[in-house]
């Protein structure tokens, strides 16, 4: 299993980023995913979920109605779409699968993620 993320970069506030994460070594159809962001000295936060088919999407308050997160399944590549960026969305953002067992998506507990991304950086500067 392998989820590589790109994308990221510096940006001025205000702008967009599209974040792509490039799946392979299983069936990316069937698995749920998210995206996580740790910002420099913080835990990580959950971004945003998605279902198999792409048809449901959660998200967090602080990126709602700014974020979109959508899948390719015939490309297993996972998107999310930033756009009016802030300087506290400045951080590390990974790609992570859900578990197959764990069958929704409105609340993912960190022990239900099996693999990860590397990340990308994202940097908004104000």
């Known amino acids: 299993v392998q989820l590589v993320e790109s994308g990221g970069g510096l940006v001025q506030a205000g702008g967009s980023l599209r974040l792509s994460c490039a799946a392979s070594g299983f069936t990316f159809s069937n698995y749920d995913m998210s995206w996580v962001r740790q910002a420099p000295g913080k835990g990580a936060e959950w971004v945003s979920s998605i279902n198999t088919g792409g048809g449901a999407a959660y998200y967090a308050d602080s990126v709602k109605g700014r974020f979109t997160i959508s899948r390719d399944n015939a490309k297993n590549t996972l998107y999310l779409q930033m756009n009016n960026l802030k300087p506290e969305d400045t951080a590390l953002y990974y790609c992570?699968?859900?578990?197959?067992?764990?069958?929704?998506?409105?609340?993912?507990?960190?022990?239900?993620?099996?693999?990860w991304g590397q990340g990308t950086q994202v940097t908004v500067s104000s």
């Open positions: 992570a699968r859900i578990k197959s067992s764990w069958t929704t998506i409105v609340v993912v507990p960190w022990e239900k993620y099996d693999y």
